[in-house]
């Protein structure tokens, strides 16, 4: 079975300051990593996705995340903050599915909160 | 991009009532979709993954004759919470899929007093 655990529930940190959102996966075999953002009563938009290329992944709104399988990792990273990151940011992953290759098991949720 | 529309986005109703939700690719071929639940300050929950044309595929735990899932075109599917009670309020999201990444719905949030 696949899985992603996302550490931290909350994080806060100053506009213009580095945005870091951690996540680390189990899988039994090669994933595929997402990162998607939830803006309040809205659906889930696509941040960026590892799909087994380049390593270092960048993806929407100046977000990027990098795979590092020696350490289980695919953390989330934005250089400088912008008030309008402030959401919920989800990790997530694939597992094998009868019906679908991209079934998805999604961590449990960070929300980022941006201050002034 | 790809777009998924769900609809409606708020519905708040009475206990015993049935409530449709409906999910549409609208400019893509969707050969799988998905339903999820979402409750307040919580992650996504899949409920059931569909394939156009043939029965929906349950996740342990939800049941298939409370959440009635229809997959009738490529383009659309719709969830049914048959004689909804106060515990089935919730944000149910859907997603497409046409083999590659899922495109998420903007979720409809179910009320039932």
């Known amino acids: 079975a696949q899985s992603v655990t996302q550490l931290g529930s909350h994080v806060s940190v100053s506009e213009g300051a580095l945005v870091l959102l951690r996540c680390n996966y189990s899988s039994s075999v090669p994933p595929y990593l997402f990162w998607y953002v939830q803006y309040p009563n809205q659906g889930l938009q696509l941040l960026l996705k590892y799909t087994s290329a380049a390593t270092l992944v960048k993806g929407i709104n100046g977000f990027e995340a990098e795979f590092k399988k020696s350490e289980t990792s695919f953390h989330l990273t934005k250089p400088s903050a912008h008030m309008s990151d402030a959401a919920e940011y989800f990790c997530?992953?694939?597992?094998?599915?009868?019906?679908?290759?991209?079934?998805?098991?999604f961590g449990k949720g960070t929300s980022l909160l941006v201050t002034p | 991009g790809a777009v998924v529309s769900q609809h409606p986005s708020w519905v708040i109703c009475k206990s015993g009532t049935s409530v449709k939700i409906e999910c549409r690719s609208l400019?893509?071929?969707?050969?799988?979709m998905f339903w999820y639940r979402q409750f307040p300050k919580q992650s996504l929950m899949l409920m059931a993954t569909?394939?156009?044309?043939?029965?929906?595929?349950?996740e342990q735990g939800v049941e298939k004759d409370k959440f009635l899932i229809n997959h009738a075109s490529l383009t659309l599917s719709t969830l049914t919470v048959t004689s909804a009670h106060p515990e089935d309020s919730s944000f149910y999201i859907c997603?497409?899929?046409?083999?590659?990444?899922?495109?998420f719905g903007d979720g409809t949030r179910l009320s039932i007093l």
């Open positions: 997530a992953v694939s597992h094998p599915n009868s019906n679908s290759g991209y079934a998805l098991n």
């Open positions: 569909s394939n156009e044309g043939s029965k929906a595929t349950y």
């Open positions: 400019d893509f071929q969707a050969t799988t």
């Open positions: 997603s497409a899929s046409d083999g590659r990444p899922q495109h």
